[in-house]
């Protein structure tokens, strides 16, 4: 059973609205990096705390620089969670 062009207008509104922003994660990223702000910000609080504590032993740096690069992949993936769980709650809804 697909879901109506009306309840993917919807989804997507909702996925707009829940979805976490890439310049507030690169904000976080570039001024409170040492706490890994941006990871816990993005629903990653394990990798977070990681982060923090493999700033110890110089690691840390480097991971936040690449983080640079993997910030957009982290939203675009939290937004993709997203649009799942709600099109299967669409789904569920619509077959009662």
Do not use: C
């Not at 059973?1 to 309840?7: E, F, R, V």
């Not at 904000?27 to 816990?40: E, G």
């Not at 977070?48 to 675009?76: C, E, R, T, Y």
């Amino acid at each position: 059973m697909a879901l109506s062009t009306q309840q993917q207008i919807l989804i997507e509104q909702r996925v707009t609205n829940e979805s976490k922003s890439v310049g507030a994660a690169y904000l976080l990223w570039f001024f409170l990096w040492f706490f890994s702000a941006h990871r816990f910000y993005l629903g990653r609080p394990g990798s977070a705390v990681l982060q923090i504590l493999s700033f110890f032993i110089v690691i840390g740096f480097v991971w936040v620089i690449i983080d640079a690069f993997l910030i957009p992949g982290m939203v675009q993936q939290q937004k993709d969670e997203v649009r799942r769980r709600l099109s299967s709650d669409a789904l569920i809804n619509s077959a009662t």
